[in-house]
């Protein structure tokens, strides 16, 4: 099984400044990898797919970098909307076996 | 615009089945994707537990494997989740989803339902 760390576990950061999300594959999963926002009570939203390309809607503020076992999610401005937790997912396997980082909470600092 | 809604029991006893349908609407399953569930303990992390292609094809999850079945009913446009012989630990927020791409599975998912708590208690 793949498994997807990710640090920090809290990220406190001020509205305006720029944060850096990371995740760490225990294998190489090529840019099978994705980022998702979630917010208390909602289900996850799709940001990031195959490491770098945003999903349909999602601001240019939100980029994702990286290949093999080491990415990051960078959200160059932070916004009120963008404090959540964010999610690494790797879809790198055939037949599809999913795994999921334990999530980064971006607070307000 | 495609919409995924979970149902089913929010209570069940421990060592029965949990049982849940997705309905999906927006779009007809037939015509291809793959779906999947994935669920959320409460305050924890996302665990995938399977998907299915609409032609029935399955995965699994190997750690929940020898509990689980998934299963698609194309005529009513949805699909299911069994997982037998539950614990207080299969309490968790259930989620339906679908994959971003119609003819892989090696995508992240899109599409998401709302969710709905299950919890496991006698």
């Known amino acids: 099984e793949i498994v997807m760390t990710q640090s920090p576990a809290t990220l406190s950061v001020s509205p305006g400044e720029r944060a850096t999300l990371s995740c760490r594959a225990s294998?190489?999963?090529?840019?099978?990898l994705a980022w998702y926002q979630q917010k208390p009570g909602q289900a996850p939203r799709l940001l990031i797919y195959?490491?770098?390309t945003r999903a349909t809607g999602i601001p240019a503020r939100f980029s994702g970098s990286g290949s093999g076992t080491e990415f990051t999610l960078t959200i160059s401005s932070l916004q009120s909307e963008d404090f959540a937790v964010y999610y690494c997912?790797?879809?790198?396997?055939?037949?599809?076996?999913?795994?999921f980082g334990q999530g980064t909470k971006l607070e307000i600092k | 615009q495609v919409q995924l809604q979970e149902s089913g029991p929010g209570l069940v006893k421990p060592s029965e089945t949990l049982s849940l349908t997705c309905a999906v609407s927006?779009?007809?399953?037939?015509?291809?994707?793959?779906w999947g569930w994935i669920r959320q303990p409460p305050g924890k992390g996302l665990e995938w537990i399977g998907s299915?292609?609409?032609?029935?094809?399955?995965y699994y999850n190997p750690s929940l494997k020898s509990r689980v079945t998934i299963s698609v009913d194309t005529s009513k446009n949805q699909f299911s989740l069994k997982l037998s012989s539950v614990t207080a630990a299969d309490t968790a927020v259930y989620y339906c989803?679908?994959?971003?791409?119609?003819?892989?599975?090696?995508?992240?998912?899109?599409?998401w339902g709302q969710g709905t708590l299950v919890t496991v208690s006698s």
């Open positions: 997912q790797q879809y790198n396997n055939w037949p599809p076996t999913y795994t």
């Open positions: 294998q190489s999963v090529s840019s099978n």
């Open positions: 195959g490491a770098s």
């Open positions: 927006g779009y007809s399953i037939s015509s291809g994707y793959y």
């Open positions: 989803a679908r994959c971003l791409s119609q003819n892989t599975a090696m995508v992240p998912f899109d599409y």
């Open positions: 299915i292609y609409h032609s029935g094809s399955t």
